[in-house]
């Protein structure tokens, strides 16, 4: 079985990191050496935007692939099927209600928050449960910036977000699963932590809709479930929130869910991943603890026995 | 119908043909990158859905026989039961060679952590003696115990049921269809084979 894929040149690097970081030689080098060499556009970590701390020059994913294999329940549980379900969500007007343990509680317009909190770039490793990941240049702004504006009280220890809930269009909704409408949580420590950001948009441009449109959260060293999508409500409390693919096998997602390649998912390894648009005979990646931004974040769990809390 | 040796021998060569375009499709969509943003995994479940369905086609031809009174189903039994194993195997070898690379440490790291691997390996361990016993020459040599033999079928239908329910995270609905089917087709096999045992009981 022969099998040959498009553009090999710099598929082949994927998950190279020292390649690819000495990549303005190379493409130097490809340049003078062969005219004929094509490029890929999305060899190309800058996008000439705002780019915030922490965009790890990385190999960024190509867009058709961030955006045609999706996981969107609310929709489908189908990658390809939420991406075209996902259409029919209207995503403006957008407000976001902010409740709980917190001073400036009430319903804030999307537009004025992002009035607010002015969007960067950020290039970030994106790791699923499912042991697939991709580099996104997501647009966003640091949720903790944003969360300290609405001043909580010394009693909020941790942040809520839940998705809209629409099961006309949402037609994942209607069917049983999760214990709808979805919802996420973060410490506050995390939420808090630089790191993480609220995305507005990714590839320079909105946020499709199957990629969570209009707001979504970030969170790159945890499993991709965390970063929930559509989010509609922001609840500051005391006790730990109760998150949906915990609630469906406590099991199998943890409240934490930090990438971890030590801790295999009770049905699955999770010491690998298979890099998104790579050619079918590329290997799968080694997952990195903490998805690689260990230096930044593992301060945040240096007491807790990771096994115990996944 | 078609009769006469030639009939036969012709509508053979058009199912085999048929049987066979999945698989040319998915290597055609390979070639041509049309696999989507994973294609390892395209390749690997959708070898793995015609592995299952032509397992459900193959099961289903001694029931039509049965409803209908019509031998013919029984003409394609062997040639549906070797596509399953060619599709099962094409999916296993995805996985051994695509998946993991053919790295010994990738697939000791990969599954033993996997129950659903492990019913789908010991799936495909049931459907190796099948393979190997389908030829005529087996079928005589083997005699009476061909049958008892080939009754692994039934196993495998339930294990590779096993095999999907236990890989999904959620959404059971797929599966559902399959256990439906399989379900079905093993239904009648018991009902036929308790009237046929009820008679023995008749005065």
Known sequence: ?310 | MLTGKKGWAGLKIIVFLLSLMPFLLLVNDAINDQLGANPVEALHFGFGDWALRFLCIGLALTPIKTITGQRWPIRFRRMMGLFAFFYASLHLLVFIGLDLSFSWEAFKDEVPKSPYILMGLLTFLLLIPLAVTSTKKMQKRLGRSWLKLHRLVYVAGLTALVHYFWLVKLDYTEPLIYAAVIGALLGIRIAVYCRKSGKLFEP
């Not at chain 1, 320079?204 to 790159?220: C, S, W, Y």
């Not at chain 1, 997952?287 to 809390?309: I, P, R």
């Open chain 1, 1 to 310: 079985m022969l099998i040959k894929t498009k553009s090999n040149i710099l598929n082949s690097e994927v998950t190279d990191r020292a390649v690819f970081e000495s990549r303005r030689e190379f493409i130097k080098a490809a340049t003078i050496l062969s005219a004929g060499v094509m490029l890929p556009i999305s060899g190309h970590a800058e996008t000439g935007k705002n780019i915030g701390p922490y965009s790890a020059k990385l190999h960024v994913t190509d867009r058709e692939d961030v955006t045609s294999y999706t996981n969107y329940y609310e929709f489908s549980s189908n990658k390809k099927d939420s991406t075209i379900l996902a259409r029919a969500l209207k995503t403006k007007p957008w407000s976001v209600e902010v409740a709980g343990e917190v001073e400036k509680s009430g319903v804030y317009n999307l537009e004025d928050i992002l009035k607010d909190n002015p969007v960067q770039e950020r290039i970030y490793r994106f790791r699923c449960v499912e042991a697939w990941s991709m580099v996104v240049p997501w647009l966003g702004f640091p949720l903790g910036e944003m969360l300290q504006r609405f001043k909580p009280t010394s009693k909020a220890k941790f942040v809520e977000f839940t998705t809209l809930y629409n099961p006309e269009i949402m037609i994942g909704q209607r069917s049983n699963g999760l214990d709808w409408p979805y919802v996420e949580g973060l410490r506050m420590d995390e939420a808090m932590h630089p790191l993480t950001i609220m995305a507005t948009g990714m590839y320079g441009d909105e946020l499709p809709n199957q990629n969570g449109a209009p707001l979504r959260l970030i969170v790159p060293w945890k499993y991709g479930f965390k970063s929930i999508k559509a989010i509609v409500k922001i609840r500051f409390m005391e006790n730990m929130p109760g998150t949906a693919w915990h609630k469906s096998a406590p099991d199998e997602y943890g409240f934490y869910a930090n990438v971890n390649p030590e801790v295999a998912h009770p049905r699955w390894s999770q010491s690998h991943e298979r890099v998104l648009g790579s050619s079918i005979f590329t290997p799968k990646r080694n997952t990195e603890k903490f998805n690689g931004y260990g230096e930044e974040v593992a301060a945040l769990y240096s007491d807790m026995d990771l096994k115990k809390y996944f």
